[in-house]
């Protein structure tokens, strides 16, 4: 797996929980192109210790291939008037970081609209898969020294 800029895998500062909770779908049979086997989502977060970006970057592999990324999927969890915010009142770019989208800066495949549609329809349905991201987000910028402005103890999830 190819490090990006100002991004870091969770398992570089929690190796133990992201192998305990490192999201994995087994296909058991090919589904929408995609072919039969394992693909583990692995979650990427911004190290740049005054950001509060809320998003997660995810690189995804196969088991049988883990240093292969099939697709790269951007995800912010917060709402695109947040990110306007963010973004200095940037609509545009705040609409695609409120939701999954493929990251155009990043490594892609002939298998990555598959996959962010898997991504789609199984792990964003999944409400406490979304509130164990936040929480991976929070213990990642805590681990960095977390002067990013919306750390706080309050807006952790349980």
């Known amino acids: 797996m190819k490090p990006l800029a ?5 398992f570089s500062r929690f190796p133990e ?3 305990r909770e490192t999201r994995t779908i087994k296909l058991l049979e090919p589904y929408a ?5 394992e693909y583990g989502f692995l979650e990427l977060y911004c190290n740049e210790p005054t950001c509060d970006c809320r998003r997660v970057l ?5 088991a049988d291939r883990p240093n292969k990324v099939l697709a790269t999927i951007n995800y912010g969890w917060e ?11 940037d609509r545009e770019s705040a609409r695609e970081l ?3 989208d493929l990251d155009p800066l ?11 549609e898997l991504f789609r329809q199984i792990l964003l349905e999944d409400r406490a898969y979304i509130d164990r ?20 103890s309050t807006s952790l999830p349980v």
């Open 98 to 100: 409120a939701s999954a």
């Open 17 to 19: 929980l992201a192998a």
């Open 33 to 37: 192109g995609l072919p039969a086997g």
């Open 58 to 62: 995810f690189q995804v592999c196969r």
């Open 133 to 152: 991201l936040r929480r991976h987000y929070h213990m990642f910028k805590r681990a960095q020294g977390g002067s990013a402005p919306g750390l706080t």
């Open 106 to 116: 990043n490594a892609q495949s002939k298998l990555s609209p598959a996959l962010l």
């Open 6 to 10: 100002h991004m870091a895998p969770f």
């Open 79 to 89: 709402s695109e008037d947040f990110y306007a915010q963010w973004l200095h009142g």
